[in-house]
Structure formats: structure tokens, C-alpha cells
């Protein structure tokens, strides 16, 4: 069964400290999507980025990077230089090709910058 | 832009009462999907449509039916509201199909829904 772990509830930072976000999934699918979304205060789901199970590269998108490891099941999320803008719930989730409309989402974990 | 408008952002209703929840998004997407959003519960879902007039159940449909008369239209229907309904619900759309664009869901606002 798919299942998404996120096992920091909450967070805080300094604003310019360096956060990262885990996030550790269960899948028995070779092929599947990880996703991360924000959830600012104002409510709406932002979609961050999306990976697929084949690509292994880190990304890189201005402060935000990601580090997927599929030896370790992880997709983990790294806020460089952190602001108080990117105080917000995030999201890791999960989707398999074979059901590909469903996505599994973990729990959340809530940041917060401190300025 | 991807929009998908939820049709309240905050909504009292009272227990027994039957509530209806509109979603619309305008990028033509296949597949519509409703959620709610609990503390320390993530997100879950209560039905996905994947096409007009069709639906499936997600994990938690008890309680809940939808509706997808319109393409655009997905509709959350709570026929008779319990406290225990109280909750944020989360509308998103997605494309159906191949390529790039394909199965990155697409968020509305919310409505926050308290049943009293």
C-alpha cells in the first residue's frame, strides 16, 4: 500500500537559517510520481515540483532544492536562506502510474520563520 | 493560469441541513477531486471524477456524494451535515492523458466548512 511519512510536525527557523523538509514514502510500484505542494495561510495548494520514479537527479529552483533518494525511499526538501514568505504547511505526496489519479498526501509539516 | 474556484471560502451550516460544495475550473482538465483537510490528518480524499457524470469513491466517501453534470462542475453534496463534517474541503483538477502536463493536481482555495 502507498503511504507518505512526514514526521516533522512543525518547524521553525530564523529567517536566513537553511530548513530542510523530509519526507519518506512506501510504495510496491517501480513507476510512480513524488510531488511537493505549499499551503501558504490563504489556504490554496501550491504545486512545487514533480518527480518522477526514474529520475534521481536533485533539482535545483532558486532556494528551494530536493534531494530524492530512492535507496532510502526519501524526497526530501531544502529551503535555503529561508524568509518569512515561505512560512506555510507542506506537503509531500505520492502517485503511481498504474493509479495515477489518486495522489497519497503525508500529514503536513508546518514552517515557520521567525524574522 | 490554472484556476479552479471554490464557491465559498467560509460556510456555517447546521446539523441535518444539506450542503453543496461547487468547484469549477476552466483549464478544460479531465479529472476533478474533492478533499478534506484535518489537523494532523493531511490531506484525504472523498471522490475523484475522471470524466462527466462519473465518479469513484477515495478513502473517506462516507457521508459525502458528488456530482459532475458539466466538465468544469464538480460538486461535493453532504446530505445531512454532521459535526463531524466540520472540516477545510479542498477542490482540485488535474489532465488526464500523457505528456508533461499530466497528473499535477491543481488546488482551489478551500472552503471552510463548520457545522454547528
Known amino acids: 500500500a502507498q503511504k507518505v511519512t512526514q514526521a516533522q510536525t512543525e518547524i521553525s527557523v530564523v529567517e536566513k537559517e537553511d530548513v530542510t523538509l523530509d519526507c519518506v514514502y512506501e510504495t510496491r510500484d517501480t513507476t510512480y510520481y513524488l510531488f511537493w505542494y505549499k499551503q501558504p495561510p490563504s489556504g490554496e495548494l501550491v504545486f512545487l515540483i514533480r518527480r518522477n520514479s526514474f529520475d534521481e537527479q536533485n533539482e535545483i529552483s532558486g532556494r528551494y532544492s530536493w534531494n530524492f533518494q530512492k535507496s532510502t525511499s526519501s524526497f526530501n526538501f531544502t529551503i535555503t536562506a529561508s524568509q518569512v514568505v515561505d512560512s506555510a504547511v507542506y506537503f509531500c505526496?505520492?502517485?503511481?502510474?498504474?493509479?495515477?489519479?489518486?495522489?497519497?498526501f503525508g500529514t503536513g509539516t508546518s514552517l515557520t520563520v521567525i524574522p | 493560469d490554472v484556476k479552479v474556484t471554490q464557491s465559498s471560502r467560509y460556510l456555517v451550516k447546521r446539523t441535518g441541513e444539506k450542503v453543496f460544495l461547487e468547484c469549477v475550473q476552466d483549464m478544460d482538465h479531465e479529472n476533478m477531486f474533492w478533499y478534506r483537510q484535518d489537523p494532523g490528518l493531511g490531506l484525504r480524499l472523498i471522490y475523484f471524477s475522471y470524466d462527466v457524470k462519473m465518479k469513484e469513491k477515495g478513502d473517506i466517501p462516507e457521508g459525502y456524494s458528488v456530482s459532475r453534470e458539466k466538465k468544469e462542475r464538480f460538486s461535493l453534496i453532504l446530505e445531512s451535515a454532521s459535526t463531524n463534517q466540520t472540516s477545510m474541503y479542498l477542490c482540485?483538477?488535474?489532465?488526464?492523458?500523457?505528456?508533461?502536463?499530466?497528473?499535477?493536481?491543481?488546488f482551489g482555495a478551500g472552503t471552510r466548512l463548520s457545522v454547528l
Open positions: 505526496a505520492l502517485s503511481d502510474l498504474n493509479t495515477g489519479n489518486q495522489f497519497y
Open positions: 482540485a483538477s488535474s489532465l488526464a492523458g500523457g505528456g508533461l502536463a499530466k497528473n499535477i493536481q491543481y
